[in-house]
């Protein structure tokens, strides 16, 4: 599974998002991002440990935190995160249930 995660604090964002425990993988950065285009991190996810449902709920908590942080400096903000399951099926993180990031974890 791959999540593509845009913004300006993408990196941070990915490196707390692989830091949830019961996810496994890596990530890289898109090169050569050009002035005034968003910094975007592809995350590659090899294993999932635990629940899929915990793993849901914990990735829609990563999700709503960037989502609602102030756009100050202090805050992060990242502006859309995609889900690619192993098997093509894609899932914007904007307005996603918690059951349907399950499902796709579950792809």
Known sequence: MKIEIQGQDAVKATEELLSIEGLEGDYETVSEVKRGELLT???????????????????YQWFQKYQNSS???????????????SNGRRLLLREATIEQIKEILED
């Open 71 to 85: 756009p100050e400096p202090v805050g992060a903000r990242i502006e859309k995160v995609l889900i690619v399951s």
């Open 41 to 59: 991190t592809i995350a590659t996810i090899v294993g999932i440990v635990g629940g899929t449902m915990a793993i849901a709920d914990k990735l």
